[in-house]
């Protein structure tokens, strides 16, 4: 049941740098991820789509980022791993949700594309952009941030580990900076 | 009836009818009296109890019984849990889980914050909102011919989630109160279903 398997730092062997979405999949993959629930997001979109074709995984759509923290508990309770997928508008529709996480300390892996902090042309972004961190952080969830497609896949990698393994809260975070600037 | 949101069921009556004889149920409860009523009925390491997450029950069970697809969960809460989740019924109603049951527990109130009503106590219909999402069965229960039929209904193949919106008295029974610890519940759960324990 305890499949821990730490193969993040090469998971870029091969692959393009640019194509961090697949890199990430393989990753989660390898770490024997059952379910998935995200609100749709530019930034994520490949990333969602290679899991929604994945027979071996169940994809949820959700009307709202909370109902994916109270999927993954139920998915840990019930034997599978689960990551949950968010830009960082959607981290403040989790907080209050979050405590159920934290004070039960339900494995808990989230992707949190970042917007309102590089290049941003829309300043109603800059909000929670700005607040994305520091709320994770209040409600005590982890957050590792990362600014290059090889620095992400190796902390996707780490945490994986660190919320299926050592039963931690945690949120990756992919700066904006990483993600480019929104075509509009 | 000076509130047509507000029925004449016993919630502690009901819940244990629905769990007499629960063979292989996993429990998931809303946090507030479902909490205490399901304790009431017995404790079992196959409930997860919540005491917060206001919202959480019926996604909590969904996760769950979309890793679980060979055990029906059966998710007891509240009118006042189940309006925070809402969108939670739109998620759940295109993922389409055969395995759940939702059993709202409806006294049109807030019961635990001092009885204010809710938006069922003013006339929302949340077994019409499940039907309209395109739950397999969502049905309003007022009498106790119908919690007979819905406790043979949960043991029952289906073809999605189902609904139950529970007419129950607007009173607060004197509480019955399981384990506060959610790591303790967990682990509990977790070793019943005989998976590894952290």
Redesign the interface.
Known sequence: MSKITVAASDSLEEADPLDWPNAIYRVLKQHDVRQMSYVPDAGHSRLIELFRKDPDVVANLLTSEEEGVAISAGAWLGGQRSVLLMQSSGVGNCINMLSLATIARFPLLMIVTMRGEWAEFNPWQVPMGLATEPALAAIGVRTLRADTPEDLVAIVGSAAVLAYGADQQIAVIISQRLLGVKQW | MVNPGVGILDRRAVVARLLRDRQDL?V?TGLGSPTYDVHAAGDHPGN?Y?W??????A??????????RDRTVLVVTGDGEQLM?L??L??IA??KPANLVIVVLDNGHYGETGMQRSHTGLGLDLASIAEAAGFAQALTVTDQAGVEALAQAIKEPASGPRLYAVKITADNPQRSLPPRD??H??NR??AH?G??V?
């Open positions: 996993l998931v997860y919540l917060g997450a206001m919202g959480a029950a996604l909590v069970g969904l996760g769950l019984a979309q890793a679980r989740g969108g939670g739109a998620t295109i993922a959610g790591v519940i967990k759960m977790r279903l998976l590894g952290s």
